[in-house]
């Protein structure tokens, strides 16, 4: 329940259900039941639940070289296939990679790896290190790597190094981001439309009150933050939506 509430509030389109430990359960009418009940919690969320591919089947069975339920693997991968549209590359936005991971190569320099998430970078493109530090800063992509292919540039999508001029191994780290010159400004406060999980979805048992300090999640990083409640409203319990 709780995957699936996250999944329609950060705006999934799309989900291929695969209910695992098949090989447990002998009851044919039970695993119809099950399949039932996961069909309705997502139309309860919104979903298509009669039109979502539900397979069957067991991990552990299939690493373990069982031919009928490796058969169940082909067959989740295929109905992902056919019901998940390729998605579009988000290129004609302005370059962005989060930081995932940061290396020196002795003789080379600085390396800064991520996920491109949009965009388009070329070796010889000059980019601003954004976020976590005081100042942000500027350098030279010097190098562009996938895989341990040298590239000439990287998209949206591309899982991709790169080698960075004059930046020393301190002066970034994982959760800052990689981004065209002028085109992000980092924010300390901002306001949010949340909807707060009741215990049922696995989320809080009890309310909070102004000046909560919970954990935010930015990408690749996260931070301590505090919540300053808006006017009128002295706490917020489990289920509630606030703005």
Do not use: C, W
């Not at 080379?108 to 965009?119: H, L, M, P, Q």
């Amino acid at each position: 329940r709780e995957h699936i509430l996250l999944s329609r509030n950060v705006g999934v389109p799309y989900i291929v259900v695969f209910l695992n430990k098949m090989d447990m359960v002998d009851d044919e009418e039970l695993l119809e039941l099950v399949e039932m009940e996961v069909r309705d919690l997502l139309s309860e969320y919104d979903f298509p639940g009669d039109d979502v591919p539900v397979i069957a089947g067991s991990a552990l069975k299939a690493l373990e070289g069982d031919e009928s339920y490796e058969e169940k693997i082909l067959e989740l991968m295929a109905a992902v296939d056919e019901y998940i549209p390729t998605p579009e590359r988000d290129t004609d936005k302005p370059f962005m990679m989060p930081v995932e991971d940061v290396f020196s190569i002795t003789g080379r320099g600085t390396v800064a790896t991520g996920r491109v998430e949009r965009g388009e970078v070329r070796v010889g493109d000059e980019v601003e290190i954004v976020g976590i530090k005081d100042e942000t800063s500027k350098t030279t992509v010097t190098g562009v790597e996938m895989f341990r292919k040298l590239l000439d540039y990287a998209e949206a999508g591309d899982n991709i190094g790169a080698l960075l001029r004059g930046v020393a191994r301190e002066d970034i780290e994982r959760g800052q981001v990689l981004a065209k010159p002028a085109t992000i400004t980092p924010h300390t406060k901002f306001k949010a439309e949340v909807y707060v999980l009741s215990k049922e979805e696995g989320g809080r048992h009890t309310p909070f009150f102004t000046n909560y300090r919970p954990q935010f999640y930015f990408r690749t990083t996260d931070v301590t933050g505090v919540v300053e409640l808006p006017e009128g409203t002295e706490m917020v319990m489990p289920g509630d939506n606030v703005a």
